[in-house]
């Protein structure tokens, strides 16, 4: 696969870093452009889907906060308009016009807040995933839920609240309102420290969790947008929070959920120790793409 060329630029509170590989005519302005996205997993976790388009100009980036994005505002949290606004400058900076775009988890609730900002950058959109608790039944115990993963991290560290995020992402089914009964996971079930290094930097616990998931999409918004949008959920994860999620917006957009091979992390092949079906991931996805 072609080698990356890596680029930075400032935004307003972050330097964020994002990586072009070459494909299709090697030229970013023939309409090949595929931007992966997630959130806050950085471009590290896109090298074995990447590597699947290599007729294409493949672009991925890290979020702010994340690995070589640092923000410069010294904020605790991000807000998922941060993101969008960041969405928007790289794809701006890259002047490629409409690119396609694929996002997965908090990405893909950040993509679709830049759909409903500035639909007109992006020709196709394939939010797979994206965990928003506002758009599901149980959007209030589900709120809770994540508030409560947060205020466990701020309280006892990477430990007991990685413990609480992995039994709640994996569950399935709506949550009950007795859910703050049920015992607490513990770390040691999951491999996970108990003990408190006094750290409160995790870009998922104490960053980003609560502006993604407590995100409203503005499903008019999208239905007005002129880009196309497919909503996606791995074959596996059917009942689990983040599907879930999607297929609720799909429904509110009044498409079809497109259900892709293995998980919520099915296009990995090894990255961050996971394992999905990356082949057939990424058939689907191209499929996706062209409609």
């Not at 959920?257 to 296009?267: I, Q």
Request: with cysteine; net charge negative; aromatic share 6%.
């Amino acid at each position: 696969m072609a080698e990356a060329e890596t680029r930075t630029l400032t935004a307003h509170g972050a330097t964020l870093t994002y990586d072009i590989r070459g494909g299709g005519s090697g030229d970013v302005s023939d309409g090949s452009v595929l931007f992966l996205v997630g959130s806050p997993m950085d471009a590290t976790g896109f090298a074995t889907l990447a590597s699947y388009f290599t007729d294409r100009t493949v672009v991925t980036y890290d979020p702010r906060g994340v690995s070589r994005s640092p923000r410069t505002d010294g904020a605790a949290e991000t807000a998922v308009e941060e993101h969008a606004a960041d969405l928007r400058q790289v794809i701006e900076a890259l002047g490629a016009g409409p690119v396609d775009v694929f996002a997965t988890s908090g990405g893909a609730v950040n993509a679709l807040a830049l759909m409903e900002r500035h639909g007109d950058l992006v020709r196709t959109l394939v939010a797979h995933e994206p965990p928003t608790a506002q758009v599901l039944p149980d959007r209030e115990v589900m709120l809770a839920v994540c508030a409560d993963i947060h205020a466990t991290y701020l309280r006892a560290g990477l430990g007991p609240a990685m413990a609480k995020f992995i039994a709640v992402t994996s569950r399935k089914g709506p949550f009950p309102a007795s859910w703050a009964d049920e015992p607490a996971p513990s770390p040691a079930d999951f491999g996970l420290p108990a003990e408190d290094d006094g750290s409160r930097d995790n870009p998922l616990l104490g960053q980003n969790l609560r502006g993604c998931t407590g995100y409203r999409p503005d499903l008019a918004a999208l239905r007005a947008a002129s880009t196309r949008v497919v909503l996606a959920a791995g074959q596996e994860s059917e009942g689990e929070f983040a599907a879930r999620a999607a297929a609720a917006v799909a429904e509110g957009l009044g498409t079809e959920l497109a259900v892709f091979p293995s998980h919520h992390a099915g296009f990995m092949g090894g990255e961050y120790g996971q394992h999905g079906a990356p082949e057939p991931f990424a058939k689907t996805l191209r499929h996706a793409l062209t409609g």
